[in-house]
Nanobody, 123 residues
Framework: QVQLVESGGGLVQAGGSLRLSCAASGTIFSIDAMGWYRQAPGKQRELVATITSNGLTNYADSVKGRFTISRDNAKNTVTLQMNSLKPEDTAVYYC?????????????????WGQGTQVTVSS
């Protein structure tokens, strides 16, 4: 009943910028925290940035000052603006959201993940 769809990945040179977007759709009642995670080859998935429903943000130390997370509660979207990209930012980026949704007449909640989008930064 609910899905997250990401867009915006690609190949960029070091120092460049990319913008990732994620849209949640379905029988959504409300969305709590939303965020972005990434997983590089051979490494565990790690937090990049999160944002609460009232706009409080949290960033990994490695991206502070370079990445900005934002959300549009009316559109159920979250965006990650990535500037000054480095080769070590290369990874598959995943959107995440804790969503409360309608399942027929029942209200349920769970964590959802997007399918992932590849970001490659060349040196």
């Amino acid at each position: 009943q609910v899905q997250l769809v990401e867009s915006g990945g690609g190949l960029v040179q070091a120092g460049g910028s990319l913008r990732l977007s994620c849209a949640a759709s379905g029988t959504i009642f409300s969305i709590d925290a939303m965020g972005w995670y990434r997983q590089a080859p051979g490494k565990q998935r790690e937090l990049v940035a999160t944002i609460t429903s009232n706009g409080l943000t949290n960033y990994a130390d490695s991206v502070k000052g370079r990445f900005t997370i934002s959300r549009d509660n009316a559109k159920n979207t979250v965006t990650l603006q990535m500037n000054s990209l480095k080769p070590e930012d290369t990874a598959v980026y995943y959107c995440n959201a804790f969503i409360k949704y309608w399942d027929y007449v029942w209200r349920r909640e769970r964590d959802y993940w997007g399918q992932g989008t590849q970001v490659t930064v060349s040196s």
